[in-house]
Nanobody, 124 residues
Framework: QVQLVESGGGLVQAGGSLRLSCAAS????????MGWFRQAPGKEREFVSA????????YYADSVKGRFTISRDNAKNTVYLQMNSLKPEDTAVYYC?????????????????WGQGTQVTVSS
């Protein structure tokens, strides 16, 4: 089981930026597909972005494409989500997740381990 701890959330005005981090407590971090999901009040959890173990394959939800950038540092056991040009509709709790599948996936059920989430609030 992988312990995941997110950080970097907060309150920002529309158009601003935040960088989320997710630290993993595993020696085999470099073998995991890592993903970011979010859940807004009253809505289902939705896929945001995912990255393969090497960083060579990356997926984004259409709603964040061109504004968000996912990256990882396997030496630091950390995955990042750089969020630019934030909009009020980006307001949600953001979760990172780890999957031991070989391929990058956007399906939440394919991820085995989840962090506790970090709140992102974008004011208009």
């Amino acid at each position: 089981q992988v312990q995941l701890v997110e950080s970097g959330g907060g309150l920002v005005q529309a158009g601003g930026s935040l960088r989320l981090s997710c630290a993993a407590s595993t020696r085999t971090f470099s073998t995991y597909v890592m993903g970011w999901f979010r859940q807004a009040p009253g809505k289902e959890r939705e896929f945001v972005s995912a990255i393969s173990w090497s960083g060579g394959t990356i997926y984004y939800a259409d709603s964040v494409k061109g504004r968000f950038t996912i990256s990882r540092d396997n030496a630091k056991n950390t995955v990042y989500l750089q969020m630019n040009s934030l909009k009020p509709e980006d307001t949600a709790v953001y979760y990172c997740a780890a999957s031991n599948l070989a391929r990058v996936t956007v399906v939440a059920g394919a991820y085995d381990d989840w962090g506790q989430g970090t709140q992102v609030t974008v004011s208009s």
